[in-house]
C-alpha cells in the first residue's frame, strides 16, 4: 500500500474498527442463514480534506487541498457572477461566446498551437462561463501542471479574440440551435424557463438565433476584459502538490493579472406573480413518449430552509426509490425514471420535476405526479424509514465527493462560490439530522406549489390532449417550440 | 454501446490502458490479489483507502450476443429483473442498503458481459456481497410475474427514451443492421427491437438464469476501503455454497465481410441531416484494436485532429465531427460521424471525409500526432484510476475477457509500443472502400441522403421489430 497523506480518512483507526467489529464466519461451521441481514458496524467517520486559503496580490482567493494518492490536480480558475448578471438581454450567448474565444489564439499561440501543447500535456483546458458564475479549468498529470498553468493563463490574459473564430462558432450553434428544436428534453428545458420566469427575468432569457446573430466581436471582446477579473475570481488547486509551491506557481502564473472587478450583487428583477395552475402542452407529432417538465420558482441558496428542502426533496423524488420514481417507474412502468429537483441558484432558481413517460400513460402519470405533490404535503405522512433513509443517504454520500481530484476542488470551492460557511461539510450531518417530520412538511407545504404549478409536457398532441383534458387537473394552452402560446384556428 | 438499469448516471467503461511513466511508482498499477473458490467464482481484491467507501463489481459473462433472432433485448431485460429481489433479499432491500445507506448501484449490459455494482460505505461490505450472492443463487426463489411485467415496460420506456423519442436515436442500430447479417449475434441492438421485448416470458428468465448466472460464469471485483481477509471471509461465507453452472456453449461471432459499399437512407424527425460511416475493424481479442483506437484520437476530437481540423475548422462543412472504434469482444467496426453546416450537403461531405483519409492512408500520422494521442491515453487511464469503480472495470475486463485480472498491463505494453507505422497500416487495412454509409435525413426529403441515387431507404417494421430495406 502506498502511503497516503490525504486527509478524508483517519490512519488506521476506522479500519481497526470493522476488523474488531464484524464478525468472520470462516472458522464457524455452523450453518449460514440467508434471511439475516448482515449486521453492520459503525458508520465510517467523515473526514473532510483540511485546506489552505490564501489571496494573491491581485485580490484574487486561493485555495489549496492536498491529495497525494495518485500523480493528478486539478485546477479551477472559477468565477462568480455569469450570463444572468453580465449579458445584455438583446445578446444572449455572449457570455458562452467568450468562453469558447478563450481557446482562439493568444497574441504569441495560434489556436492550432494551443491545442497542440494542451494535447502533449495530455490535457484540456475548458473555459466556459454559465448562468451564475464561469470557470477555466484543466486537470494534469501533477508533473504537467505548471506548463498547464502557462498554457491557461496565456488564454485568459493575451486571448486576440479573432473575427473568423467568431463566425465559425455563430455558425456552429445557429446548427445546434436547430437541433435543439427537435431534441423533446430541450423543448421542455426551454419553454419551462420562458413560462415560469418571463422574457424579464434573467432565468427566463433562453439563447435564440437573433440573439447570437447580434454578437460581435466588440462585445466579446469587452465581457472578457470586464469579467475576467481577480476581484470575483476563486482559484482552487487539488491533488498532488503541497499548498506551499502550489501558491509560488499560481502567483507566478498570474504576476501579470491586475487587481479588478467585484461579485454580482445578485439583484434580481422580480419574478412573475404566481399563475393558475395550467397544462402547457408542446406538439410532437408521433412522439413515443411524452417528456414532464413540472414546477415553479423556488427558493435561493441562501434559504433557511436548505436542509428541509433537501431531504424532503430526497423523498419525493431524489432518490432511485423516491416515492415518484418508486410508483411512476417501478410499480407501474410508465417511465425508464422520474425526479424531482431544486436547482437553488444564487436567485430563485427553479423546483422541477419530471421524466419521459410512455405516451399512452401520459395522463395517469399526470395523477400520479398530483398525488405524490399532494402526498409530500401531508396526505401521505412520511414514514421513519423515509425520513431515516433521506437522512442517511445524504450524509454517508458526502465522501463520495471528495474522490476524485475534480470533485474536490468543486465541493472546496462551492464554500466560496456559493458564500458558505467554511464548517458547512463539518456541520453538514449535524445540520441534516436536526431536520424533523413536521419541517419535511413544512417545506414541502412552502416550496411546492400546486395551485401555480408550471406543467410543461412536450408530446403528441393527436393522443394525448383529449386524456390529459379529462383528468380535469389543469386547463390546457397549446405552445410552440418556441414557447409562445398556438392560437388555435 | 450499454444500457444502464436506472436512469440516473454512470460512468463508462472506457476500457483504455496507457503509456505511463509519470513520477510516481504506481500511476498505472492497480494492487490486487484474485482468488477462485471451487465453484469456480473468480475474486479480485484491490483496496484503496482513499475515501471510506468500497465497491462491489460483478460481471457475468453473457450479453445481447448470447440471444436469439426474434428475442433480442433479453440479456439486458434479465439484467432489470436482478433488481426485484431474490430469495432471501425481499424487494426494496437491495436499494436500502446501498442508496439508502449513503451509497450508489446499477447495473449495465452490452453484447459480451452483463455488470452489476455497489458502492457502499465501507461498513455495509458484507450486506452488499450478502445481496449479490443471493441474487447469483436464488433470484428464481422470489420471481414474481407482476415485478417482471413491470420491469418489462420499464425497458420498453428505456427504449423510447434512448432511442425511438431520440433525434438520430436509431443511427447505431442502423450502422449494426448494415453491417452484419442478420443471424450475427452483433447485428441487434442491445436493448432489443420493440416487437421482440413483448415476447419475453417468465419462463425465459428462468432458464436464462440457469445457463448464465452462476458463480462458474462470473467474476467480482471488491475494490475500495476494504482489508482482503476479512473480504476473503464474507466471500467464502456467501458465495461457497453455490453450485458450478453448466459447461456454456458461446456464439462464434464471425467478422462480417463487406463485398461492397452498402449505402442505407433513414428518415428521422431531424431538421439537420446527418451522415454515419462504418467499416469492419477486429475485436478486443485482436492486437490491431491498440492501433484503431490510436487512429480515431488522431482522426477526430481536439481541434488540430484530421477530420476534426479539416471539415469543422479549415473547410467549416461541419458543425462536428466524431470518430471511435468499436471493440467487442470478437468483433468491431470502426465508426466516424458528421453533422453538417448548411448549404453542405451529405454527398460533399462524404467527399471531403473521403479526400482527408485518402491523404492519411498515404501519409500515416506524424511523429507528433502519435505523441499528442499517447499522452491524451495515459491520463485518461490514470485519472480512471480515481474511481473504485474505474479500477473494478479494469480489472474485470482483463478477467473475464483475457482470463487475466492483470491483463490491462499488457494491453498498456502493447499501447505504448504502437508506432506511426502500426496507424497507417491499420488505416490502410480497416478504412478500406467497402463501408457502410447511413444517411439521417428529415421527413420526406431522401434526396438529402449522401449519394441518394444508390441510397437504399430502411424503415422500421410495422410491428417496430426491425429494419426493412426497400420500399414502405
Known sequence: MSPRTFSLRAPAAPLLV?????????????????????????????????????????????????????????????????????????????????????????????????????????????????????????????????????????????STFPDSALERIRGRTLVALTQQKDQPNSIAQSVFAKVTYGDAHPYGRVVNENTVKAITRADIVSFASSYFKPGRAVITVSGDIDPKSAKAIVERALAAWPQGGERPSWAYGPVPAPKTREIYLVDKPKAAQSVFAFGTPGPSRGTPDYYPIAVMNHILGGLFQSRLNHDIREVKGYSYGVRSGFAFGHGPGAFQAGGSIVSAKTDSALIGFQTHFKGVQGAMPFTDNEVKQGKESLIQSLPSRFASVNGTAAAISSIYTQDLPETFFQDYANNINAVTKDDLTRAAKQYIDWDHMNLIIVGDRATIEAPLKATGIAPIQPMDVEGKPVVVP | MQLHRAFRFAAFAALIAAPAHAQKGNAVNIPFETMRLPNGLEIILAPDHTVPQVTVDVWYHVGSKNEMTGRTGFAHMFEHVMFTGSGHVPYGTHDRLTEGVGGTNNGSTNNDRTQYWENVPSNYLESALWMESDRMGFLLD?????????????????????????????????????????????????????????????????????????????????????????????????????????????????????????????????????????????????????????????????????????????????????????????????????????????????????????????????????????????????????????????????????????YYKKQYARL?????????????????????????????????????????????????????????
Do not use: C
Not at chain 1, 54 to 82: Q, S, W
Not at chain 1, 92 to 119: H, I, P, V, W, Y
Not at chain 2, 244 to 256: D, E, L, M, S
Not at chain 2, 325 to 332: F, L, R
Open chain 1, 18 to 158: 470493522l476488523a474488531l467489529t464484524l464478525p468472520v464466519s470462516a472458522s464457524s461451521a455452523q450453518k449460514l442463514d440467508r434471511n439475516k441481514e448482515p449486521a453492520v458496524s459503525k458508520s465510517p467517520t467523515l473526514h473532510v480534506p483540511k485546506w489552505t486559503k490564501t489571496k494573491l496580490a491581485n485580490g484574487a482567493d486561493l485555495i489549496v487541498v492536498e491529495k497525494h494518492d495518485l500523480p493528478l490536480v486539478a485546477f479551477n480558475l472559477d468565477f462568480v457572477g455569469g450570463a444572468a448578471n453580465y449579458e445584455p438581454a438583446g445578446k444572449l450567448g455572449l457570455a458562452q461566446f467568450t468562453g469558447q474565444m478563450l481557446s482562439e489564439g493568444t497574441k504569441t499561440r495560434t489556436a492550432d498551437q494551443l491545442s497542440d501543447a494542451q494535447q502533449l500535456l495530455g490535457t484540456s483546458i475548458n473555459a466556459s462561463v454559465g448562468q451564475e458564475g464561469g470557470t477555466i479549468r484543466f486537470t494534469s498529470l501533477s508533473d504537467k501542471f505548471e506548463p498547464a498553468l502557462a498554457l491557461l493563463t496565456d488564454m485568459m490574459l493575451n
Open chain 2, 416 to 472: 505504448k509500443a504502437v508506432t506511426a507505422a502500426d496507424v497507417k497500416r491499420v488505416a490502410n487495412k480497416y478504412l478500406g472502400a467497402n463501408r457502410v454509409v447511413v444517411s439521417i435525413v428529415p421527413l420526406n426529403k431522401p434526396e438529402l441522403a449522401s449519394r441518394a441515387e444508390s441510397s437504399t431507404k430502411v424503415t422500421v417494421a410495422p410491428d417496430g421489430g426491425h429494419y426493412i430495406m426497400g420500399n414502405k
Open chain 2, 142 to 406: 422470489s420471481l414474481d410475474e407482476k415485478k417482471f411485467l413491470a420491469q418489462r415496460d420499464i425497458v420498453k420506456n428505456e427504449r423510447r427514451q434512448s432511442v425511438d423519442n431520440q433525434p438520430y436515436g436509431r443511427a447505431y442500430e442502423l450502422v449494426d443492421f448494415g453491417l452484419y447479417p442478420e443471424t450475427n449475434p452483433y447485428s441487434w441492438p442491445v436493448v432489443g427491437y420493440m416487437a421482440d421485448l413483448d415476447k419475453a416470458t417468465v419462463d425465459d428468465v428462468k432458464s436464462f438464469f440457469r445457463l448464465y448466472y452462476a458463480p462458474s460464469n462470473a467474476t467480482i471485483a471488491i475494490v475500495g476501503d476494504f482489508e482482503p481477509a476479512q473480504a476473503k471471509a464474507f466471500v467464502r461465507k456467501y458465495f461457497g455454497d453455490l453450485k458450478a453452472g453448466a459447461k456454456i456453449t458461446r456464439p462464434t461471432v464471425r467478422p462480417p465481410v463487406l463485398s461492397a459499399t452498402k449505402r442505407l437512407t433513414f428518415e428521422d424527425r431531424v431538421q439537420v441531416p446527418r451522415l454515419y460511416f462504418s467499416w469492419v475493424t477486429v475485436g478486443d481479442d485482436n492486437e490491431d484494436s491498440d492501433p484503431l483506437q490510436i487512429l480515431a484520437q488522431i482522426l477526430a476530437g481536439p481541434r488540430t485532429a484530421r477530420l476534426t481540423k479539416a471539415l469543422v475548422y479549415d473547410r467549416q462543412s461541419a458543425a462536428s465531427v466524431t470518430a471511435f472504434n468499436n471493440d467487442n469482444e470478437s468483433a468491431g467496426n470502426f465508426v466516424i460521424f458528421v453533422t453538417p453546416r448548411p448549404n453542405n450537403t451529405l454527398t460533399s461531405l462524404e467527399a471531403s471525409t473521403d479526400s482527408v483519409l485518402t491523404r492519411f492512408r498515404d501519409d500515416g500520422p506524424t511523429a507528433e500526432e502519435m505523441q499528442k494521442a499517447k499522452a491524451g491515453l495515459e491520463f485518461g487511464f490514470v485519472s480512471q484510476l480515481q474511481s473504485n469503480l474505474g479500477k473494478g472495470e479494469i480489472l474485470n475486463d482483463g478477467a473475464v475477457f483475457h482470463g487475466d485480472a492483470g
